[in-house]
């Protein structure tokens, strides 16, 4: 059994412990570089090259706000997928459980039914308390990141993208893999920059679709942002 495992990554993105986090053998490494051109009118996507079991790709862009989306990278990652299962991580994240229990999870899903799985992403984050100030909070959130490349799953959504699993037919395993999320464990600027980044796609998102899901994720957004500047 074989794995794809999917990255984005911008420039000056340090994959090495991303990578290190992963199986040694039988893991196939699909990084996508993402970068802004301004001498481009239209987004231009192509492949830089491949290595034994890594290929890059490209995707640049004349500007964030108008082109920019998650789900385009994620669904060009897995056309150039050949493992029989794909996992999804961000550069910012681990794998955190242990890697004999990982394997085992990965044996026990290829000779199930299952065609996606369910891992648990957790994480640090600073937030304001009235009574206390800052306090590092510990979040966990449910991802359908793991999935057969069989069952052909499509991406969604131009950010806090998600794979849809529609057909009732189609098992989605609850596991206990766990990733960890090192993206909200950043200085205060950093954190506003990457607000104000998710906020403008949002409004993308939002304007495309008027959804009770893009509105509460531009509300919680934009509240985020401005707790971040009373910093």
């Not at 550069?91 to 955190?96: F, G, K, Q, T």
């Not at 957790?122 to 069989?150: C, I, P």
């Not at 506003?192 to 959804?211: D, I």
Request: hydrophobic share 35%; charged share 30%; with cysteine.
């Amino acid at each position: 059994m074989r794995l794809s495992a999917c990255v984005i990554f911008q420039d000056g993105d340090d994959l090495r412990g991303w990578r290190d986090s992963l199986p040694n053998e039988n893991v196939e490494v699909i990084a996508l570089r993402t970068a802004v051109n301004k001498d481009l009118k239209e987004p231009e996507f192509k492949e830089v090259g491949r290595i034994d079991d890594h290929i890059v790709l490209s995707w640049e862009y004349p500007n964030f706000e108008d082109f920019f989306d998650f789900s385009y990278c994620r669904n060009k990652l897995d056309e150039y997928a050949t493992g029989d299962w794909i996992l999804h991580m961000d550069s910012d994240e681990r794998l955190a459980s242990p890697m004999d229990e990982f394997l085992a999870y990965l044996e026990e899903l290829n000779d199930s039914d299952a065609q996606a799985a369910t891992l648990t992403i957790a994480g640090v984050h600073n937030e304001m308390d009235e009574n206390y100030g800052y306090l590092r909070k510990r979040y966990s959130l449910a991802a359908t990141r793991l999935y057969r490349r069989s069952a052909c799953l499509k991406w969604h959504a131009i950010c806090h993208e998600t794979v849809r699993v529609t057909d009732e037919e189609r098992t989605v395993a609850d596991t206990d893999i766990l990733l960890y999320h090192k993206g909200y464990s950043l200085s205060t600027e950093e954190l506003v920059k990457k607000a104000e980044r998710n906020g403008k796609l949002m409004v993308r998102e939002y304007t495309r679709e008027k959804s009770e899901r893009n509105w509460q994720y531009l509300a919680n957004t934009f509240s985020y942002l401005k707790q971040l500047q009373k910093r």
